[in-house]
């Protein structure tokens, strides 16, 4: 029997493996997936060294960590629903424990999960909510899954959709932020590279800098503001355009379809 078996081997499965392995939080040879008709699950296998299983209802693991998309949830739960598992991680988009519960009824204990991408390179969040509270060893997988690839925070299940809107979609946001400025960056005459190394660093040192020094986003940025100067031109562009309402919007835009996707 395996310690993970991950139902699901595309961009969110192959990020947490890749940093759990990484981590040394677990061996390969402990790990195994499975995916659905395309080639991520041998993809995963080849580049991680875990063991890679063609059919779903193989999978013999302590800790089943679901992985797929919500839509693909029926699908699987149809396979492997009845399976006795000792616990179940699922970092599902809007999928509700209950739901869960429903299609697990064997599953010992239930977490729900909201990580990010950045769990590629162990700089992730993640939120969890587990159904009831867990057993030492079950809060030990838990966090063996989850330290390894950034920062965890538990919370209730109801904030879930609010963290996913934050943090799980987050990594878009600022890869969309990215994009326009390397957009803008070759429109003032830029090549791409320059553009590029411009934008991410400004970015990456911007975002370093907020986590160390002690002043809030609003002072760092006045402190960025000459009077009369370049930056305030371009904030107040900013403000013209609503900037802020259009952050808001845009959150509570992801929040509501994170709770559509829990009525799947
Ligand atoms: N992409 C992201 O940044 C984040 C995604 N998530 C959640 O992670 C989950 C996966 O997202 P991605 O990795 O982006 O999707 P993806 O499309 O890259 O991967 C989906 C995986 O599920 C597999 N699959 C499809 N049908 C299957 C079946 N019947 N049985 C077993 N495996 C099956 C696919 O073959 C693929 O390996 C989603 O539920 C999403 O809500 C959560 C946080 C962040
Ligand atoms: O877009 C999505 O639905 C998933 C959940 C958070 C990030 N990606």
């Known amino acids: 029997m395996k310690k993970f078996a991950f139902v699901g081997a595309g961009k ?37 060294g875990i063991s890679h299983t063609a059919k779903i209802e193989n999978i013999n693991a302590e800790t089943v960590v679901l992985a797929c998309k919500p839509q693909q949830l029926a699908e699987v739960a149809q396979s492997i629903g009845q399976k006795r598992m000792d616990l179940v991680i699922s970092i599902l988009a809007g999928t509700t424990i209950s739901k869960l519960r429903e299609r697990f009824p064997n599953a010992g204990k239930i977490v729900r999960v909201m990580p990010n991408m950045a769990a590629l390179i162990s700089k992730g969040i993640s939120c969890f909510a587990p159904e009831t509270e867990l057993e030492p060893d079950q809060e030990k997988t838990v966090e063996t899954v989850l330290k390894a690839i950034g920062k965890v925070i538990k919370c209730p299940e109801a904030q879930l959709d609010a963290v996913t809107a ?8 600022v890869f969309e932020f990215a994009a326009a400025l390397i957009e803008a960056g070759k429109e003032l ?53 609503n900037f802020r309402k259009t952050v808001k919007d845009a959150l509570f835009a992801a929040e509501k379809r994170s709770k559509e996707l829990s009525r799947l």
């Open 12 to 48: 969110m499965a192959s990020a947490i493996v890749s940093g759990m392995i990484k981590s040394g939080a677990v061996r390969p040879w402990d790990v195994e997936c499975v995916s659905g008709a395309d080639s991520t699950g041998a993809d995963l296998a080849r580049n991680t």
């Open 166 to 173: 934050l943090s799980g979609s987050g990594p878009g946001y």
């Open 189 to 241: 005459g830029f090549d791409n590279e320059t553009a590029k190394e411009l934008s991410i660093q400004t970015i990456l040192g911007s975002a370093m800098l907020l986590e160390k020094d002690e002043r809030s986003p609003e002072e760092l940025r006045d402190a960025v503001c000459s009077p009369g100067g370049t930056t305030l031109a371009a904030l107040e562009v900013f403000k013209a355009s």
